[in-house]
């Protein structure tokens, strides 16, 4: 789950993460307001959307750039009026962009120094770690390649937790001297309190700036949480916004089913994430192009099959569909009583492959065969591939 720049700031605040002052607006009368509480010349309006690139962007309305700096309520209330309801295309958002509908109005401040620093969770060494550099502004990946000797990486402890002399070893890492240092280990310790607390997978400030009056402030954020935590995290699961998502994610997120859209017109309807990564692979190598990720879990009900179904047939590139089920705790019997209510609910047309194997199989199987709908068996996994690649490059 991903967050706003404005809900960012919030965790900032309550974390007690030096930054500056930001308030968020839904309208233009809303913005002029927040201008003139925040005060003074020198205020930035941001556009709000799940993205990057927002500076250089072009709304569809011709408007140029989603962040202006400006210097007064006045200003702030014309540009949140371009912004706020028009659709922000960026390097991010493709084609179709995204649709504006908050905007922030914060305090801008005067760089001295842009850095890097990110908190996040090490797969390779199973621990959490920080990642900084003095190359802020700029993407990571960037740096990496380029300049690799500018990363820092400080593995944390998994019980005794971030300690300070890391915080001191970070800073001075990032050229952070004298009250400059004492600033970063406050604000690395207040990052640290909000990663470990808020259960997230990903905090990257970029950039972690020094002004030129001498403060250390966090600019702005990237967030990710870990989902399986969410129950426990009420009030970040209270940020999700769901116009910012694609409609069958979060269609299939009501189900309990995992689904991540592509671009292909092959859709998969499989039970287990490696299974699904290997059905996709094995349409790949058979010439064809998979339309999605599509994980229905070990033990999905005909409900789930069915809404699963629906799902996929809302995608308009979609030309045929591989179901490919193991029954373990699933049964199959159970997937191909789904499958045959989900095709006449919807009356399906497109060409639909079915390769079931595992647990009450043969009773799976006799339901589809007397159907009578036109549901092609198959015998493997290759066999199932071959024959939606054929059926999808007839169609």
């Known amino acids: 789950m991903n967050i706003h720049e404005y809900q960012a700031k919030q965790l900032f605040d309550k974390f007690g993460v030096a930054t500056p002052k930001g308030i968020v607006a839904a309208t233009a009368a809303e913005a002029g307001a927040a201008a003139r509480e925040i005060g003074g010349p020198g205020l930035v309006v941001k556009a709000q959307i799940h993205a990057g690139g927002r500076g250089k962007g072009t709304f569809k309305n011709g408007f140029k750039g989603g962040v202006h700096v400006i210097d007064s309520a006045e200003q702030a209330q014309e540009i949140a009026g371009k912004m706020l309801g028009q659709t922000l295309v960026t390097h991010q958002t493709g084609a179709d962009g995204k649709l504006v509908s908050k905007v922030l109005i914060a305090k801008s401040v005067d ?7 990110a908190i996040l969770f090490d797969r390779a060494t199973s621990r959490h770690a920080i990642i900084a550099s003095t190359e802020g502004g700029m993407n990571i990946e ?4 380029k300049t690799p000797e500018k990363i820092v990486k400080e593995f944390i402890h998994p019980t005794l937790g971030l300690q300070a002399y890391q915080c001191r070893k970070i800073a001075a890492a990032l050229n952070l001297r004298g009250p400059l240092l004492n600033q970063a280990v406050k604000l690395f310790t207040a990052l640290w309190n909000l990663y470990l607390k808020s259960d997230c997978s990903l905090v990257e400030v970029n950039p972690l700036a020094v002004t030129k009056d001498g403060q250390v402030v966090a600019l702005d954020a990237k967030f990710n949480f870990d989902d399986n935590s969410l129950y426990r995290q009420k009030d970040v699961a209270a940020m999700r916004d769901i116009t910012e998502e694609d409609p069958r994610e979060v269609a299939a997120s009501e189900y309990g089913l995992n689904y991540i859209g592509l671009d292909g017109n092959i859709a998969c309807l499989v039970n287990g994430a490696g299974l699904a990564m290997a059905t996709m692979d094995i349409i790949k190598l058979h010439g064809g192009e998979p339309a999605n990720f599509l994980d229905v879990g ?20 979609v030309k045929g569909i591989l179901v490919n089920i193991f029954g373990g705790i699933m049964d199959c019997a159970i997937i191909a009583e789904g499958i045959v209510a989900a095709s006449k609910e919807t009356g399906l047309s497109l060409p639909l492959v079915v390769r079931l194997e595992g647990n009450n199989v043969e009773a799976g199987k006799k339901i589809l065969a007397t159907s009578g709908l036109a549901i092609t068996s198959a015998d493997g996994l290759t066999d199932a591939a071959k024959k939606i690649v054929a059926a999808v490059g007839k169609a």
């Open 111 to 117: 760089i001295a120094k842009e850095n890097y620093f």
């Open 142 to 145: 960037e740096v990496a390649e």
């Open 298 to 317: 070990g033990g999905a009900s005909k409900e789930q099959v069915a809404a699963a179904f629906k799902i996929i047939l809302g995608d308009a590139k």
